[in-house]
């Protein structure tokens, strides 16, 4: 069984997705530990209602960088993870939590990378700067995580047709119905072998 740790900001539901999928049968794996960089988190609260552990790392409880980097990886190096799964984390990880865990991380973006990503590109950004720019369809990326947002190698992508009547969100709705289903299918491939992980 591997062991999965989610880094989450906000409210958690691509985390929530997972915790059922692993609940179903449908993910082999368990989530041992979930980070958040924001102590009121809604996603820690469903994960503690959950059992499952929970920490809060930001500036706040390390306000220097480095300090922060070596707190999230020996955190993480505690529980064992086999796998850090990204699940709206606003924030870069830092270079010794990346190298330690190169290849085993992994993050979920709402549009089609290469398109409408990098900083800044999260939440409702993606989907207005989608609509503005007159796109036909969107859709879901899982990717690498490597030192720049959003630049990782794709491990999966799935299609969202853009509706005319669409709003940023409406389509954020829509992409979160496909997120919450990717993510899980996606890594599960991993765990039983259908997709390799690129070596860098």
Do not use: W
């Amino acid at each position: 069984m591997k062991k999965i740790a989610v880094l989450v900001s906000g409210r958690g539901s691509n985390m929530l997705a997972l915790i059922d999928a692993c609940e179903q049968g449908t993910l082999a794996a368990s989530i041992e530990l979930v980070i958040s960089n924001n102590a009121d988190s809604l996603a820690l609260l469903s994960a503690q209602k959950k059992n499952i552990n929970t920490a809060h790392l930001s500036s706040r409880t390390h306000p220097d960088p480095d300090a922060l980097d070596i707190a999230m990886k020996d955190l993480l190096d505690s529980y064992k993870i086999d796998f850090i799964l990204l699940a709206g984390f606003m924030k870069k990880i830092g270079p010794k939590t990346l190298s330690a865990y190169k290849g085993r991380m992994i993050n979920i973006h709402p549009s089609l990378l290469p398109k409408f990503g990098g900083q800044g590109m999260f939440g409702l950004n993606v989907h207005e700067a989608v609509i503005e720019a007159g796109e036909k369809e969107t859709g879901v990326t899982i990717h690498m995580v490597d030192g720049e947002y959003d630049k990782g190698a794709i491990l999966a992508q799935r299609t969202v047709v853009i509706a005319k009547d669409d709003t940023p969100e409406s389509l954020a709705a829509k992409v979160l119905q496909v997120e919450h289903v990717l993510f899980a299918e996606t890594i599960q491939k991993i765990i039983d072998g259908s997709i390799i992980l690129p070596a860098n």
